[in-house]
């Protein structure tokens, strides 16, 4: 079982950064094994992903669209997850999740935490 705490989401101006936290709270050694994700959705739109990253570090995905501007890392240590987000966009703007699971950072996950806001101004 994995228990997930977003946090670090605001108002950002477009053009500044911004990073985004992910919290688990699982044993160490179980955090290793997880391939973890973040997600959005704005108002009307699917849940979408946007990155993820394998436990290896090795196998990462990126949305086209966030490609060269957002950054997907892990500390395995903390056991948090972090999404480092350069050059926002107004369409930035949605609530972002974060998730883990057993398979790839494309595939389906298994746990998700609560969600925070992220609002871009232009």
């Known amino acids: 079982q994995v228990q997930l705490a977003e946090s670090g989401g605001g108002l950002v101006q477009a053009g500044d950064s911004l990073r985004l936290s992910c919290a688990a709270s699982?044993?160490?050694?179980?955090?290793?094994?997880?391939?973890m994700g973040w997600f959005r959705q704005s108002p009307g739109k699917e849940r979408e992903l946007v990155a993820g990253l394998d436990w290896t570090g090795t196998n990462i995905y990126y949305k086209d669209s966030v490609k060269g501007r957002f950054t997907i890392s892990r500390d395995n240590a903390k056991k948090t997850g972090y999404l480092e987000m350069n050059n926002p966009k107004p369409e930035d703007t949605a609530v972002y999740y974060c998730a883990a699971g057993l398979a790839g950072p494309s595939e389906p996950y298994d746990y998700w935490g609560q969600g925070t806001q992220v609002t871009v101004s232009s």
């Open positions: 699982t044993r160490t050694w179980s955090w290793r094994r997880y391939t």
